[in-house]
């Protein structure tokens, strides 16, 4: 599976980008497909999951304000951002977690300004 992530770039603190992630390659294998942040200094964490069945989970930072969703016609997984603050500032990236592989996407990096 290959991934590209768009969408980010530098925004204002409370505005509501959306980032997308297309996935291409062995996709029916798909078993869920989530977002991670890496801040800068610190580690890679966990940000949202959808899965095949359409079940999402999110981190408790971004409950209520980040949407995981995805349009099958478009091979497509988006994370809706709302309200953003100046510590959402990351490199966001998207993967892809089948019974055989997890594949990572290139990352894209959002900047948030107070």
């Known amino acids: 599976v290959q991934l590209q992530a768009s969408g980010g770039g530098l925004v204002q603190a409370g505005w509501s980008p959306r980032l997308s992630c297309a996935a291409s390659?062995?996709?029916?294998?798909?078993?869920?497909m989530a977002w991670y942040h890496q801040a800068p200094g610190k580690q890679r964490e966990w940000v949202a999951v959808?899965?095949?069945?359409?079940?999402?989970n999110y981190v408790g930072s971004v409950k209520g304000r980040f949407t995981i969703s995805r349009d099958n016609a478009k091979n497509t997984v988006y994370l809706q951002m709302d309200s953003l603050k100046p510590e959402d500032t990351a490199v966001y990236y998207c993967?892809?977690?089948?019974?055989?592989?997890?594949?990572w996407g290139q990352g894209t990096l959002v900047t948030v300004s107070s």
């Open positions: 993967n892809a977690l089948s019974s055989t592989s997890l594949s």
């Open positions: 959808m899965t095949r069945a359409g079940n999402t």
């Open positions: 390659g062995s996709i029916s294998g798909i078993n869920a």
